[in-house]
């Protein structure tokens, strides 16, 4: 084999390797600034880049899967009012005037809040709401105040 043959297969081989695909997940920044050529400066601006497009696309999807979740959690939570009220007066009229009635009421908890609403049922109606963590008392202000 002569020279220029041996040198067109060494530029073959390099141009291959070059080609190749790189496994960079064990590589350091600098280990791929060589092979790539791009500064460590630049790698650093396109990985945070990319991280910081990932985070939010995960937060996106979070937030979307949590607002499904609460939607479940309403829905689930009307039926059983529904089933309550059927099951204590066996009424099934007085079940389209609750739904008629949500968004007004859900409307009034949102406009005095959560401790203000529990207490006037619990004088109105003498109604007490048990939960199953403690902190979720402190969290709505339920429960006796610590003095």
Same mark, same amino acid.
Not at 54 to 65: P, V
Not at 86 to 112: C, H
């Given at each position: 084999?002569?020279?220029?043959?041996?040198?067109?297969?060494?530029?073959?081989?390099?141009?291959?390797?070059?080609?190749?695909?790189?496994? %960079?997940?064990? %590589?350091?920044?600098?280990?791929?600034?060589?092979?790539?050529?791009?500064?460590?400066?630049?790698?650093?601006?396109?990985? &945070?880049?990319?991280?910081?497009?990932?985070?939010?696309?995960?937060?996106?999807?979070?937030?979307?899967?949590?607002?499904?979740?609460?939607?479940?959690?309403?829905?689930?939570?009307?039926?059983?009012?529904?089933?309550?009220?059927?099951?204590?007066?066996? %009424?099934? &009229?007085?079940?389209?005037?609750?739904?008629?009635?949500?968004?007004?009421? &859900?409307?009034?908890?949102?406009?005095?809040?959560?401790?203000?609403?529990?207490?006037?049922?619990?004088?109105?109606?003498?109604?007490?709401?048990?939960?199953?963590?403690?902190?979720?008392? &402190?969290?709505?202000? %339920?429960?006796?105040?610590?003095?």
């Amino acid at each position: 084999m002569n020279r220029a043959e041996r040198r067109r297969q060494q530029k073959a081989s390099e141009k291959a390797r070059l080609n190749a695909p790189y496994n %960079f997940s064990n %590589f350091s920044l600098e280990q791929i600034s060589k092979v790539t050529g791009a500064r460590v400066e630049a790698l650093k601006l396109y990985l &945070k880049q990319r991280e910081d497009e990932i985070r939010e696309e995960l937060i996106k999807e979070s937030q979307e899967k949590l607002w499904k979740a609460e939607d479940y959690i309403a829905v689930a939570n009307i039926l059983i009012s529904l089933y309550a009220i059927k099951m204590t007066w066996g %009424f099934t &009229k007085s079940n389209q005037r609750f739904l008629d009635n949500i968004n007004p009421a &859900k409307e009034y908890v949102e406009r005095v809040g959560i401790e203000q609403a529990y207490q006037e049922c619990h004088d109105l109606m003498d109604i007490n709401i048990e939960f199953d963590s403690f902190d979720i008392n &402190k969290e709505f202000g %339920f429960g006796e105040s610590e003095e």
